[in-house]
């Protein structure tokens, strides 16, 4: 199921130009199917024809209510289907949200999408934080806080313990299942880990199907965590940086659908005017917590040169985030988007190294060490079949792992001067460091 949503995700709903038709697509419910195959189907309220050269990618007929991406052409005025792909959900079945769209200061519009049918509602007066309590499972309740948020700090002393995970991409259950298992929340998806630092490595978004609910979990977490004198540290991925500039290639077929729908870009939903958005928007790229220096792709040698504090570095992350645009010629001064910025580099890696310029020798990974005073750089971005050390000395750490699937759901836990590989199950694998 994974293959084909990514097809219909990269392959379908760009838009592409051949000659001189312009190819199509859509994402939305079957309201007709017709009885022979040169018939016409009804789609999203749309007559599309179709031919004897159209692909219908589906082993059972189709049926009324179901979802399908449909590439098309027009031609004299009339849609001529090329592909008709269903997805194999129903319409129906389709909930999402909430998303908050704060319209000023004081007033919020919140969107749901309950059944396939969307739901909006408006909070006016918001002069202090408003619960909103009425909201339909999993989320069930958010708090809408008329304040910005504050830019986190970049650098930490060393906590009692701490949990880093990265790459979820929207697999709520997952994730939700191995920080329950970890004792990091509860089976009501509270915080019971004290005072202990919970670190998102980026990339908690684009291909699951459960995205919006994970950023929920996890913005209630960052609020509880802080009021148990905990922590909980979101460090910006290139999907969310993709997201927000409006790089759609990799979203979940079900938020075409959403976003339909609700009639707004997919991009708009996390704006710089909306809750999620703007918790994105302050949020640091880098971070130190202790010795170790957690980055999403990795820290370049290339961006060393730069000698850029992690504070400053962290501006011009921020600064680089749609719909600001950062120029330059070097990741020092446009860290977003250069290929060794801290959201793309993969140059720790053998298989990579040479479309960066060669594989970051020991010694330029110990410079940047000695520069931030660290031990470990904790990386995501790029998978790896198990949490652990890139290198022999343990000066990489990386903790990509696939969260689609429920038996590699890993973690890096640091705790009582040492490191640990956490399984979803709960259970500990102490690493070696230097073995």
């Not at 660290?374 to 971005?381: F, L």
């Amino acid at each position: 199921m994974d293959r084909i949503l990514w097809w219909i995700c990269v392959a379908i709903l760009p838009c592409l130009v051949h000659g001189q038709e312009q190819r199509q697509a859509l994402i939305e419910e079957i309201q007709k199917v017709p009885t022979d195959a040169s018939g016409d189907w009804i789609i999203g309220g749309q007559v599309f024809a179709a031919l004897p050269t159209t692909q219908i990618n589906s082993v059972r007929k189709p049926t009324e209510g179901q979802l399908a991406a449909v590439e098309y052409t027009v031609r004299d005025g009339k849609r001529l289907a090329t592909i008709i792909q269903p997805i194999g959900i129903n319409a129906a079945d389709v909930h999402d949200g909430p998303y908050v769209i704060w319209k000023d200061a004081t007033t919020a519009d919140l969107l749901l999408m309950v059944g396939g049918k969307v739901i909006r509602k408006t909070y006016e007066n918001i002069t202090a934080p408003l619960p909103i309590d009425d909201l339909p499972s999993p989320v069930n309740s958010i708090i809408l806080d008329p304040r910005s948020p504050t830019i986190p700090q970049a650098n930490w002393k060393q906590p009692s313990k701490l949990m880093a995970i990265s790459d979820l991409e929207g697999h709520y259950e997952n994730a939700k299942e191995f920080l329950e298992n970890s004792k990091i929340i509860n089976s009501e998806g509270n915080w019971i880990w004290g005072t202990g630092h919970l670190v998102l490595v980026g990339d908690l978004v684009d291909r699951g199907n459960q995205v919006t609910e994970l950023m929920w979990l996890l913005h209630s977490l960052k609020q509880q965590a802080q009021s148990a004198g905990g922590q909980l540290h979101y460090i910006l991925g290139n999907h969310e940086a993709m997201v927000m500039g409006g790089d759609l290639r990799y979203i979940n077929p079900k938020y075409h659908f959403v976003t339909t729908r609700m009639g707004l870009p997919y991009d708009r939903l996390f704006g710089v005017d909306t809750e999620i958005g703007r918790w994105w928007r302050s949020s640091n790229g880098v971070e130190t917590v202790g010795n170790l220096l957690f980055i999403h792709g990795g820290y370049s040698p290339v961006l060393d040169r730069a000698q850029l504090d992690i504070k400053t570095l962290n501006e011009r992350i921020r600064a680089g985030l749609a719909p600001a645009r950062s120029i330059g010629s070097t990741p020092g001064e446009n860290p977003v988007r250069h290929q060794h910025g801290p959201f793309w580099y993969r140059g720790y890696f053998e298989q990579y190294a040479v479309s960066w310029g060669g594989k970051a020798t020991e010694d330029e990974i110990q410079a940047i060490h000695e520069r931030h005073g660290t031990k470990h750089v904790v990386i995501g971005h790029t998978v790896v079949d198990k949490v652990g050390p890139v290198d022999k000395k343990g000066a990489v750490i990386a903790i990509d792992v696939k969260w689609q699937d429920r038996e590699k759901c890993q973690g890096l836990l640091q705790q009582d001067g040492g490191l640990w590989r956490v399984l979803i199950n709960g259970q500990r694998e102490k690493i070696e460091i230097g073995r």
